[in-house]
């Protein structure tokens, strides 16, 4: 019996562990808990796949529909990495009211899957997008359109971000679906587009000719081989560096933006990756439903030397443009410039001002908008005129600047979800107070 197991091939194996899945992996702790869906926010589950070339795994998708859009124009997919606690942060990725932001303002849909990976299995098992991913996450576009009332869903080109696995999975849909794909930013992981022999298990994509008019950007962390060359994220940058040398090396307009701060954790980069986004989906979305992506401009482009700090306009660059970092505009150049220094990327404009105040004994609830370029710090709550506290009571984030909504290993928001709540426990019954509730994004500028 032994020697008949031990002579299994690699492909047996596997159909018998795609067959297991359904039992062995259903829905167990750490994927049993997920904020509810209700609208505008929807979800959908599949269950593992027995059948070759599908997905093994569980997965659910929940998406987050923007009020007032009548039709939408694109979807934004923020996409975790590997292992069971990058995979649960995906729970949350629907709820983040920065990205939500970003959606909104271009007519855009939000979608955070997550994928209900056991710790020890094989992370290539999704994100591979070949490996039944892909369709599954096609899948979830047309039923989400339909559950959500927005069969245009299916059809809508994506602007994708991911970290880690979740960069080798929308670096893989862009190498597939390059005329889907707005943009995609690669936060530590990016897909192989060569044969490794250390990470043989790993097939490499083709790049094919429509994927160099995707604006992409690489965002590894500096601790991930660049500035510190052991450890467990060492070879990120090796891989970077090979992608981006690959694909800039033929015409793509790719980039690199290092993390000055951090290792595999998501950091800051959010203040850089929302900007560019912006820039990507104002120039390439299309002002007609059903038309094609618009190119992106590349007459106002600016380059830098790889590894430098330092941009310039296209025009005025000296070096060679195939070798250096592409950035969309001046704008862009200006926010990398200072997000490659120090992360500190400055924010002249206040966030929008919180709405709907209610009031019911002595609670206080709102609702309010991220601002767009920094997101939301905290809460400051008024009586009177004065300040008599904030939510958070101690906003904290050891991953990088406070947010209100506290930050995940995987750029995501913390779980439980914070309320937009406030108890007066100092306030006399039956008198009356004027309140005002202020925000405070994260580089302290206060709303009206």
């Known amino acids: 019996m032994i020697e008949s197991w031990l002579n299994f091939s690699m492909t047996k194996i596997l159909l018998l562990f795609s067959f297991l899945s359904p039992f062995l992996f259903g829905q167990n702790p ?11 926010y929807y979800r959908v589950r599949y269950e593992a796949s027995s059948k070759p070339g599908e997905l093994i795994f569980p997965v659910q998708y929940t998406i987050w529909i923007p009020k007032g859009v009548t039709k939408l124009r694109g979807v934004v997919v923020h996409q975790h990495g590997c292992g069971e606690g990058s995979c649960k942060s995906g729970l949350t990725g629907a709820w983040d009211l920065h990205w939500q932001a970003l959606a909104k303002k271009h007519g855009c849909a939000l979608l955070a899957p997550s994928y209900e990976q056991p710790g020890k299995a094989d992370c290539q098992m999704w994100c591979d997008p070949r490996n039944g991913s892909n369709k599954t996450f096609l899948k979830s576009l047309q039923d989400l359109g339909q559950l959500s009332g927005h069969p245009e869903l299916s059809e809508v080109p994506w602007a994708l971000w991911g970290h880690s696995g979740g960069g080798h999975w929308v670096g893989g849909m862009t190498m597939l679906f390059p005329n889907r794909v707005v943009a995609c930013w690669l936060r530590s992981g990016v897909p192989m587009l060569e044969a490794n022999p250390e990470r043989a298990q790993i097939r490499p994509h083709n790049l094919p000719k429509d994927a160099l008019q995707v604006p992409i950007m690489c965002n590894p962390g500096t601790k991930e081989g660049v500035t510190e060359k052991k450890g467990r994220f060492a070879r990120v940058w090796p891989s970077n560096l090979t992608f981006f040398n690959k694909v800039r090396g033929a015409g793509g307009l790719v980039g690199v933006s290092i993390d000055p701060l951090s290792s595999h954790e998501c950091g800051n980069s959010r203040y850089m990756a929302i900007p ?10 299309p002002k007609t439903f059903g038309k094609k992506l618009s190119p992106m401009p590349t007459k106002n482009a600016w380059l830098a ?16 443009p ?10 862009i150049a200006h926010t990398w410039m200072q997000f490659v220094e120090d992360s500190k990327i400055t924010d002249p404009t206040p966030p929008p001002s919180p709405t709907h105040l209610k009031i019911n004994g002595n609670q206080l609830s709102w609702k309010a908008k991220a601002d767009l370029e920094s997101g939301i710090s905290h809460f400051l709550i008024k009586r009177n005129g004065k300040v008599i506290g904030q939510v958070p009571e101690d906003p904290t984030n050891k991953f990088g600047r406070p947010l209100f909504q506290g930050l995940s290993y995987s750029d995501t928001p913390i779980m439980p979800l914070r309320k937009m709540v406030f108890i007066d426990e100092s306030a006399d019954s039956g008198k009356k107070y004027n309140y005002q509730i202020i925000s405070v994004n994260t580089v302290g500028l206060k709303s009206k």
């Open 30 to 40: 750490p994927y049993d808990i997920s904020p509810k869906a209700e609208p505008p």
């Open 305 to 320: 030397p790889l590894l430098s700090k330092k941009a310039r306009p296209m025009l005025e660059f000296q070096g060679n």
């Open 322 to 331: 195939l070798e250096a970092v592409w950035l969309p505009n001046a704008k």
């Open 276 to 285: 560019w986004l912006d820039a990507c989906l104002s120039n390439r979305l």
